[in-house]
């Protein structure tokens, strides 16, 4: 099992900038992927950026060039580094990890992110 905390959420002005944090724990041997999912309100949960294994990086085509994610393996902790942040990126942030083998998928509890005009 493997059990995912974030934090570093809250309230920011359109423009502005917010920093997550994913701390993984457990057994973390397993993950190939560790990323974030967001979901606003009356909407569906999106994937908004992914690392994988090896150093690809993937992001939705909303937040290329204003997000980025990093991961520290020493600390098992994946960020969201998050600039020029608007009204739209408002949302739940979920840390996401997965596993090849097994198959596998984890989610952390949450973490709300709010973009004021």
């Known amino acids: 099992q493997v059990q995912l905390a974030e934090s570093g959420g809250g309230l920011v002005q359109a423009g502005g900038s917010l920093r997550l944090s994913c701390a993984a724990s457990?057994?973390?041997?397993?993950?190939?992927?560790m990323g974030w999912y967001r979901q606003a309100p009356g909407a569906q949960r999106e994937p908004v950026a992914f690392?994988?294994?090896?150093?690809?990086?993937n992001y939705a085509d909303s937040v290329k060039g204003r997000f980025t994610i990093s991961r520290d393996n020493a600390k098992n902790t994946v960020y969201l580094q998050m600039n020029s942040m608007k009204r739209e990126d408002t949302g739940v942030y979920y840390c996401?990890?997965?596993?090849?083998?097994?198959?596998?998928?984890?989610w952390g509890k949450g973490t709300l992110g709010t973009v004021a005009s």
């Open positions: 457990g057994s973390i041997a397993s993950i190939n992927a």
């Open positions: 690392s994988i294994s090896g150093g690809i990086t």
């Open positions: 996401f990890a997965g596993s090849v083998s097994p198959s596998m998928e984890y």
